[in-house]
């Protein structure tokens, strides 16, 4: 392992042993493991606010917010109130709950593409569905995707993915087939001629589109302007479906997640409209569930009413229903205003240290997510090849001095940052305080022998 952390860690220590002895790699999702930054994972007990506490005792301004969800900090307690009230009537049912269309009405009334709306319990899950359902509503086979945008683990969208597999190195993953990765075309973010020449090529084989609304597995990649607006267009022209992976964005850079954000069909030069969008993260609050959603005529091909089978037994647990309920509703105007000058003000504060130490970065921006790319300053991250062509060796000194100094931030340089409204003054100046040492342990990195 490289750069481990100086700080004693002998509980984590401890509880890692023990679960590598009864998980593969001691983990259940690999980006914990610290695989990419060295040193032994945090094993977090407590979450209040802007903060994390670790087995040891150790507290941490928390940067990674479950990975998106704590839009509003960890236990709100709106949330916790709605979760307790759901539990006291029980934790599931295995039928329709009053809060399954709650949910679904605010997020029709959020995000206006969506016309019906199918829960889920995982990103993947609702990708996975979001894809059949393309191939089973056009007749057709080929699915277009982008290298380095990740859409879970899908088997067939695991070719060229960001993300846990960027970290491990990885271009895809054994157990996918040729034939399952066949019938889909990786093409590189933001080329409109590529995309242009696969529809010359297999126009009237390729059921959908699909990408990030703005990569986040790839460290943060904004879209080139019009591109996602260009996508709408060419699928409607060939009769194929555009679909728009929110489950990172949902939510989190928007009300209406990054469509709204970026004008939609409202944007008088770039208008664009998703045929089906997938949602997780926040939509839970907390708790696993996700949906796919868009136009009716689309998801009517769902059973039980149409002929594209999905199923979950789980799916709409009346807890995660309240918890997202809660948290959509929580999530006002003045929450978003308070993420985004937060996010603001940390990333400008982020480049003014690196700068200062001699590092040359660029930091990479999708509304209130961002991450930082060392080594890009001539012309930034705008795909795969760029994100992969980064100085990544001096992610791990710089993460682990900030991990010593009370900062907890995703371990793997190919992650958004995260911010919450519970991220008050108090905890933007432990972080400000970390950012000198960590930028001058960044310089201060050398690539591996």
Known sequence: MTNPSTTSAPMSDTLYER????????????????????????????????????????????LVCSWGPALL????????AAVHRAVDHGLTFGASTPAEADLAQLVKERVPAVEL????????????????????????NLIIKFAGCYHGHVDSLLASAGSGVATLALPGSAGVTEATTAETLVLPYNDVE????????????????????APANMGVVTPAPGFNAFLSRITSEHGALFIVDEVMTGFRTHAGGFWKLTGGADDAEHPWTPDLLTFGKVIGGGI??????????????????????????????????AAGVATLTAATDDVYRHVDARSLELSEALSVELSRAGVDHSIQ????????????????VWNYADAQGQEAFRYGPFFHSML?????????????????????????????????????????????A
Do not use: C
């Open 19 to 62: 679960a590598r002895a009864l998980m593969p790699g001691g983990v259940n999702s690999p980006v914990r493991a610290f695989g990419s930054v060295g040193g032994t994972p945090r094993f977090l007990v407590d979450a209040h606010g802007a903060y994390v506490t670790d087995a040891d005792g150790k507290e941490y301004v928390d």
């Open 288 to 321: 696993p569930a996700a949906a796919l959603g868009g136009r009716a005529d689309v998801m009517n091909y769902l059973a039980p009413i149409g002929p594209v089978y999905q199923a979950g037994t789980l799916s709409g647990n009346p807890i995660a229903m």
């Open 73 to 80: 900090g960890h236990s709100h307690p709106d949330v916790i």
């Open 404 to 448: 010593d100094s009370g900062v907890y931030l995703p371990p793997s340089v190919y992650e958004a940052w995260f911010l919450s409204a519970a991220h008050d003054d108090a905890a933007m100046e432990r972080i400000h305080a970390a950012l000198p040492a960590a930028a001058r342990a960044a310089a201060a990195a050398v690539p591996l």
């Open 117 to 140: 709306l199918r829960m889920v319990s995982t990103g993947t899950e609702a990708t996975m569905t979001a894809v059949r359902l393309a191939r089973g509503f056009t007749s057709r």
């Open 365 to 380: 921006r999708a509304g209130n997510l961002f991450s930082v790319a060392f080594g890009t300053a001539d012309h930034g």
């Open 194 to 213: 590529a995309v242009e020449e696969a529809f010359r090529t297999h126009g009237e084989h390729i059921a959908a589109v699909i990408t990030e609304a």
